[in-house]
């Protein structure tokens, strides 16, 4: 079974910045997808962005140029850091492991933006 320990969540002013972590109990890290989706209030859950094991990188379009997803496979972890936060970037964020038919999802973490 494999564990994903996401944190970096909290409050934030709009403008600031916040960077999440997902740390991952796989061996077989280094070569999963990674992803980080969120889910708003009464919204379904969206994707936010993806690193594959070659660092190709995809973002949702909201999201360009002010979020950065990153993988450290020596740690296991990958991070997305947010810059100039927006009141509607408030949800609640998950980590997603993709490896072959494997997918394995975080706790989520609370990402709230005041105005």
């Known amino acids: 079974q494999v564990q994903l320990v996401e944190s970096g969540g909290g409050l934030v002013q709009a403008g600031g910045s916040l960077r999440l972590s997902c740390a991952a109990s796989?061996?077989?890290?280094?070569?999963?997808?990674m992803r980080w989706y969120r889910q708003a209030p009464e919204k379904e859950r969206e994707f936010v962005a993806q690193i594959n094991w070659s660092g190709s990188t995809y973002y949702t379009d909201s999201v360009k140029g002010r979020f950065t997803i990153s993988r450290d496979d020596a740690k296991n972890t990958v991070y997305l850091q947010m810059n100039s936060l927006k009141p509607e970037d408030t949800a609640i964020y998950y980590c997603d492991l993709v490896w072959g038919a494997d997918d394995y999802w975080g706790q989520g973490t609370q990402v709230t933006v005041s105005s």
């Open positions: 796989r061996r077989t890290f280094s070569t999963s997808v």
